[in-house]
């Protein structure tokens, strides 16, 4: 072995230590080991070519020698790194046109700070061929960005003879390694996903909107003769949403080592440590770590927060909402917000239009920073009866953050036991902060304090007041939170004598795992007593909603078959109307009811799906009418749109009788709606007689708004470090501009009923990733956006018996729309741009229903009828 590291082809010589233990590269005294070195990294969409990307490569030559070695092992050695003749250029070929470096040179882009800093020699202890994790040593004045590069050269040098798995430091963090050696060979597999690195980042709770990551790094080192002469390594990372897997982008980064030659170098140093040897050769040297330290990038000739809402504050007034041109400002102003400091959000919330005021706060709300909360805090006033919008608005916001934190929490906390001027705001705070709860469980944070706090008070909650609109308040937020420990509570608030404590609690047990859902709730306990009337007689939109929780929670087969249009049904429920051993012939009774689901859209990477439920009273009055969207993705479900209008009490109306159990209803019209899972605050349309009578006398058939705003759907954040020193940035949100309303009209004249549900919506979705190294920048956008409307309309004529029930969900055409743009820039300002896009018309479609339903539909429109 010692005449083999005598020769001067080799770069290292690589053998075992006498201990057994891995041993690595070993470099002869009085030599210096020359290279050629390449990095580059390019960035693309997923499946993009090398030649259309945009990127840049580093290449320079380096210098390898031996500076001190451990006298009582081999294996421990200080070498010092030069790196020369630094160039720089496009990762492909381009046009002049298309080449932004076209009449630089390294010192212009670089700038002559920079490229002295990266000339610099520096030093790396390597013992059995890794390099500990302070074991790098250079400058602390040099900047971030050239420190990192020398980091990924030195990663570079590590490699270990032995198959086998090991734990090692690097640029990129603590992480796995695998090596793979077979004869001339050695590969070294990086396992991504075990890095442990200081930068963290952020991403959405649900499955289905979220993102995510491919990530691959290996190295291969060839031998020649039991000596290294070569490392090349590629390490990939695709980011992608989960929704829409075409909606994907890459960054490729690639490093080359090789050697050209050797020639006499300078002697070893004496000394008994490192540490001596390093003062030696510099004083100012410093062990500065191999892990990549944090790049603080600053932006020349940005636009501030101010400036940046001054442009786009046209698209967001109320009448740009429909268009995707608001959901894409709102998620750039999102992004300027996250850098701005609370003064600067103030202004912004100060010098809004009244009618742009509600999106800002949207915004600012949705940026989910100590300085964007702060801001909306000191900007709302929740003892102002007047600022009922922009405080609902907060709210709603809030329920839907991406990833709040505790300190998110604490603030409606402390908003709910301060004063607040209107009752249907206290209610939202609380409703909200049972879906924080969830969220907040949901990343492992349900021992929090505050979490433990508001945990308390809405379990105790329904059990502490006698007022019925702070029970259902309550209810609504143990519904939010699906806490396991409420289910006893939903369980025995389902046989209440309130209608609307039955509901909630029924509805909030249909979303729980049915893992969660044992026979003494369902099967045999109080959901079953509900279905059954063993204690008392029940409305019917209560038993409708206590069977469904019994069927989506593995039923019995006796349970099954009285479900499902069997042969053995009709004789079963003929055996079962002795009213004393069972009731089912209590939920028999002459009306009409209909349910009906269907997709809305299939694709390879997300399936959605609706649902319409309807029950009406014997008479033909509607009692409820549910409409739900869901969307699954990879396994993942997502609860997208609920809306519920239901009705009671209005048989008097049509002097009709009402149903059993439902004499002494009070007359009552209202909506529900559940988004994106959660709970958002019930709305009335009316309650009480006199109330009703009121609004039939001044309906106008204008909708009522249930949810209006800004919505941020996806939110993923987070800083790839590449090996190669280089750091990439992934930046993917979503953002929904939603417009949801309902109304309900009854005429007595025509004894018509109409009730509608619209629901119009603006998406657009939009992913980053950028190369930045401060002198020049790299990156590409993938994005889709479309804009769309679904109605839902049911209409009932009941001037005769039996009565006419059309049911119509329509999806209007709309547009779709996908772009990719590539960009590279340099410091100086100059830049260069490519886009492409790709646009289509997706028709739009009545939804089918049942035959049945067709066939009134054309009764109750056809004049001749």
């Known amino acids: 072995i010692m005449k083999l590291c005598g020769l001067p082809v080799c770069v290292f010589c690589v053998s075992r230590v006498s201990s057994g233990g891995a041993a690595g590269p070993r470099l002869n005294n009085n030599q210096l080991y020359k290279f050629s070195y390449t990095t580059e990294v390019l960035v693309d969409k997923a499946r993009g070519s090398k030649e259309g990307s945009a990127g840049y490569r580093i290449s320079s030559d380096v210098d390898v020698n031996l500076v001190w070695r451990d006298p009582s092992s081999k294996d421990d050695q200080l070498i010092q790194v030069a790196i020369s003749n630094v160039r720089l250029e496009p990762v492909s070929r381009r046009s002049e046109k298309k080449n932004v470096l076209h009449g630089s040179t390294t010192e212009s882009v670089l700038g002559k700070t920079k490229l002295a800093a990266l000339t610099k020699p520096f030093l790396v202890h390597l013992r059995n061929g890794k390099v500990r994790t302070k074991a790098f040593y250079s400058y602390w004045a040099e900047p971030a960005t050239v420190k990192n590069l020398k980091r990924g050269l030195a990663s570079l040098l590590q490699v270990q003879l032995n198959t086998g798995k090991v734990i090692e430091n690097d640029v990129s963090g603590r992480c796995t390694v695998e090596y793979k050696a077979a004869k001339g060979q050695v590969t070294r597999t990086k396992l991504l996903e075990t890095c442990k690195t200081a930068e963290t980042g952020f991403t959405t709770h649900s499955q289905v909107l979220g993102v995510s990551r491919k990530s691959s790094s290996v190295t291969v080192f060839t031998l020649e003769d039991g000596f290294i002469h070569s490392a090349v390594a590629e390490e990939k990372h695709s980011v992608g949403v989960n929704a829409r897997n075409s909606a994907a982008a890459k960054v490729v980064s690639r490093q080359t080592l090789t050697l050209v030659g050797t020639e006499a170098g300078p002697l070893e140093a004496a000394g008994k440590d490192v540490s001596g040897v390093v003062k030696s050769v510099d004083a100012k040297l410093a062990a500065v770590g191999i892990v990549a330290e944090k790049v603080k990038t600053q932006c020349k000739g940005c636009p501030s927060l101010f400036e940046h809402w001054q442009a786009q504050q046209k698209q967001l007034e109320p009448a740009s909402l429909s268009k995707a041109t608001a959901p894409r400002s709102f998620l750039a102003l999102i992004q300027s917000i996250r850098k701005a400091s609370k003064d600067e959000i103030l202004k912004v919330l100060k010098s809004a239009s009244k009618t742009s005021l509600p999106q800002v706060v949207d915004a600012v709300t949705s940026s989910q920073t100590a300085a964007s909360l702060d801001a909306m805090l000191q900007f709302l006033n929740f003892?102002?009866?007047?600022?009922?919008?922009?405080?609902?608005?907060?709210?709603?916001?809030?329920?839907?953050?991406?990833?709040?934190?505790?300190?998110?929490?604490?603030?409606?906390?402390?908003?709910?036991?301060?004063?607040?001027?209107?009752?249907?705001?206290?209610?939202?705070?609380?409703?909200?902060?049972?879906?924080?709860?969830?969220?907040?469980?949901?990343?492992?944070?349900?021992?929090?304090?505050?979490?433990?706090?508001?945990?308390?008070?809405?379990?105790?909650?329904?059990?502490?007041?006698?007022?019925?609109?702070?029970?259902?308040?309550?209810?609504?937020?143990?519904?939010?939170?699906?806490?396991?420990?409420?289910?006893?509570?939903?369980?025995?608030?389902?046989?209440?004598?309130?209608?609307?404590?039955?509901?909630?609690?029924?509805?909030?047990?249909?979303?729980?795992?049915?893992?969660?859902?044992?026979?003494?709730?369902?099967?045999?306990?109080?959901?079953?007593?509900?279905?059954?009337?063993?204690?008392?007689?029940?409305?019917?939109?209560?038993?409708?909603?206590?069977?469904?929780?019994?069927?989506?929670?593995?039923?019995?087969?006796?349970?099954?078959?009285?479900?499902?249009?069997?042969?053995?049904?009709k004789v079963i429920r003929q055996a079962m109307r002795d009213m004393i051993s069972h009731n089912y012939d209590r939920f028999a009774k002459v009306g009409s009811s209909s349910a009906f689901s269907g997709f809305m859209a299939q694709s390879a990477d997300v399936t959605s799906t609706y649902s319409l439920d309807i029950l009406y009273s014997g008479s033909g009055i509607l009692r409820r009418s549910n409409m739900n969207i869901y969307g699954a993705s990879k396994g993942a479900m997502l609860h997208g749109l609920q809306v519920a209008i239901e009705a009671q009490g209005l048989e008097s109306l049509i002097a009709a009788t009402p149903d059993e159990g439902e004499e002494n209803l009070e007359s009552f019209a209202g909506m529900s709606a559940l988004l994106f899972d959660v709970q958002l605050r019930p709305v009335t349309f009316f309650k009480g007689y006199s109330d009703l009578m009121s609004k039939m006398f001044s309906m106008t058939g204008e909708p009522m708004n249930v949810v209006k705003g800004l919505i941020l759907l996806t939110d993923h954040s987070e800083v790839i470090q590449l090996q190669s020193g280089l750091k990439a940035s992934t930046e993917f949100q979503g953002g929904l501009a939603i417009d949801i309303s309902g109304g309900m009209e009854i005429s007595l004249w025509y004894r018509e009923s109409k009730t509608s549900v619209n629901n119009r919506g603006a998406l657009v979705v939009t992913g980053n990733i950028t190369v930045d190294m401060d002198f020049m920048r790299a990156g590409v956008e993938v994005s889709f956006e479309t804009e769309a409307s679904l109605d839902f309309i049911t209409t009932v004529q009941f001037s005769e018996y039996p009565f006419l029930v059309c049911m119509q969900m329509d999806k209007t055409t709309f547009p779709f729309s996908e772009y990719v743009t590539k960009y590279e820039s340099l410091s100086s300002g100059r830049n260069v741009v490519s886009r492409r896009s790709k646009k289509q018309l997706v028709p739009g479609s009545e939804f089918p229903l049942h035959q049945e339903n067709s066939n009134m539909c054309k009764k109750v429109f056809d004049s001749s009828w």
């Not at 969220?439 to 505050?450: D, F, I, S």
């Not at 143990?478 to 039955?502: D, H, Q």
């Open 383 to 569: 003892t102002d009866a007047k600022g009922l919008v922009l405080q609902e608005r907060f709210l709603y916001a809030c329920g839907f953050a991406s990833h709040p934190n505790e300190r998110m929490l604490q603030a409606l906390l402390d908003i709910s036991k301060g004063k607040i001027s209107s009752t249907d705001i206290k209610e939202s705070v609380v409703i909200i902060m049972g879906a924080l709860v969830h969220k907040l469980c949901q990343k492992g944070g349900c021992n929090l304090p505050t979490v433990v706090k508001v945990k308390k008070l809405i379990l105790d909650g329904p059990d502490s007041t006698q007022d019925e609109s702070e029970v259902q308040m309550y209810l609504l937020a143990l519904k939010n939170s699906l806490l396991p420990e409420a289910i006893p509570i939903f369980t025995k608030y389902a046989e209440s004598e309130v209608g609307a404590y039955n509901t909630i609690s029924l509805t909030a047990l249909q979303r729980y795992d049915i893992k969660l859902m044992t026979d003494e709730v369902c099967k045999t306990g109080q959901v079953n007593r509900v279905y059954h009337q063993n204690r008392r007689i029940y409305e019917k939109n209560v038993r409708a909603a206590a069977a469904d929780v019994i069927l989506s929670s593995n039923p019995s087969y006796m349970e099954d078959i009285l479900h499902f249009q069997l042969p053995a049904s």
